[in-house]
């Protein structure tokens, strides 16, 4: 839908969660997945179920989620953070299938990436941005953290399903169903920029009933890899395509103060949650995700912010893949 979106910012009350989370002491934060009726997805019958709910209306009726940095919004003093340890990386991942539908990689439009749709606290329905990542359970969607949760004060979405490489409505590689929802304590307790990250635990599911990254493949990751590099950021803005196809944009990064990264961009809402991929390659529709959008000026101005992926992705990363089956 263009030009609409359901916009959160700081400061902004929400009902309590009635969704119970697990705490880790490393800041972590972790919740079962629910339906819209509270019921939480613990087998891949309810999951099922949450596939069918998303009918083509509803998706096509899905307000794109962007979380604006407010004018008043508070960033941490000193810009001059530095990785918080080695270098690491984890390398892409190719799918484990192949098959003869319209599969092909479009140039800048990568398998990997898609969208996720998820009802509101209120029950409306929204869309942000997403991608795979290479593990090896091979179950992992990472997003932004404000595409799993509203932030302090805020609720769980529900309903969660991740729809690779979607495009106009059609979804080639079926759909996916979240079984957890994760993102780091700092964003559930105090809606802090710098960990804006989520991840999800996905269902088999798809067109073939295969894990996510098994039927579509993964991004590879790196961590404290520093400020300033060059990354494609892919995602479905609203304002570009009106949010129905993969949209692009290139260009290096730079140190945005408070443990963020910044670039050029302009895409705006729907973008929330897509991959900042280092090394992209437009053939095989892979790279190394190396941030997510998290938020930009309202209405924009031609940039966007992620968060620093230092330590606390990985830690994040570790924690999913460790509560994910096998």
């Known amino acids: 839908?263009?030009?609409?979106?359901?916009?959160?910012?700081?400061?902004?009350?929400?009902?309590?969660?009635?969704?119970?989370?697990?705490?880790?002491?490393?800041?972590?934060?972790?919740?079962?997945?629910?339906?819209?009726?509270?019921?939480?997805?613990?087998?891949?019958?309810?999951?099922?179920?949450?596939?069918?709910?998303?009918?083509?209306?509803?998706?096509?009726?899905?307000?794109?989620?962007?979380?604006?940095?407010?004018?008043g919004a508070a960033e941490s003093p000193s810009p001059a953070f530095k990785p918080t340890g080695s270098a690491g990386a984890i390398a892409p991942m190719a799918p484990s299938i192949t098959s003869g539908d319209d599969?092909?990689?479009?140039?800048?439009?990568?398998?990997?990436?898609?969208?996720?749709?998820?009802?509101?606290?209120?029950?409306?329905?929204?869309?942000?941005?997403?991608?795979?990542?290479?593990s090896g359970k091979r179950r992992l969607v990472m997003t932004a953290g404000h595409c799993v949760h509203q932030g302090a004060g805020g609720q769980w979405y529900s309903n969660w399903q991740f729809v690779p490489r979607y495009r106009n409505g059609v979804r080639p590689f079926g759909t996916f169903v979240a079984s957890s929802l994760n993102t780091r304590t700092a964003w559930v307790n105090s809606s802090s920029y710098a960990e804006d990250m989520g991840i999800a635990v996905m269902y088999n599911g798809g067109a073939y009933g295969l894990k996510v990254v098994d039927t579509v493949g993964g991004h590879g990751l790196r961590w404290n890899w520093g400020y300033s590099v060059s990354v494609t950021a892919l995602g479905y803005p609203s304002n570009l395509g009106g949010g129905e196809s993969q949209y692009y944009c290139q260009g290096t990064t730079w140190n945005a103060g408070g443990q963020q990264i910044r670039?050029?961009?302009?895409?705006?809402?729907?973008?929330?949650?897509?991959?900042?991929?280092?090394?992209?390659?437009?053939?095989?529709?892979?790279?190394?995700?190396?941030?997510?959008?998290?938020?930009?000026?309202?209405?924009?101005?031609?940039?966007?912010?992620?968060?620093?992926?230092?330590?606390?992705?990985?830690?994040?990363?570790?924690?999913?893949?460790?509560?994910?089956p096998a």
């Open 1 to 71: 839908m263009v030009g609409l979106s359901i916009t959160l910012v700081l400061g902004g009350s929400f009902a309590a969660n009635a969704n119970p989370a697990t705490n880790d002491r490393n800041g972590n934060t972790s919740a079962v997945a629910r339906t819209s009726d509270g019921r939480a997805i613990t087998n891949e019958k309810i999951a099922k179920e949450v596939a069918e709910y998303w009918t083509p209306e509803r998706m096509a009726s899905a307000v794109d989620l962007t979380f604006a940095r407010s004018a």
């Open 103 to 134: 599969v092909r990689t479009m140039l800048n439009e990568s398998l990997a990436v898609g969208k996720v749709f998820f009802t509101t606290p209120n029950g409306g329905s929204a869309s942000c941005s997403a991608s795979t990542v290479a």
């Open 263 to 324: 670039m050029w961009c302009n895409m705006t809402y729907g973008s929330s949650g897509g991959p900042w991929l280092q090394e992209y390659n437009d053939q095989s529709g892979y790279g190394f995700i190396n941030s997510v959008v998290s938020h930009g000026d309202n209405p924009g101005n031609g940039q966007f912010d992620g968060p620093y992926f230092d330590d606390d992705i990985k830690s994040l990363y570790d924690y999913a893949e460790a509560i994910s």
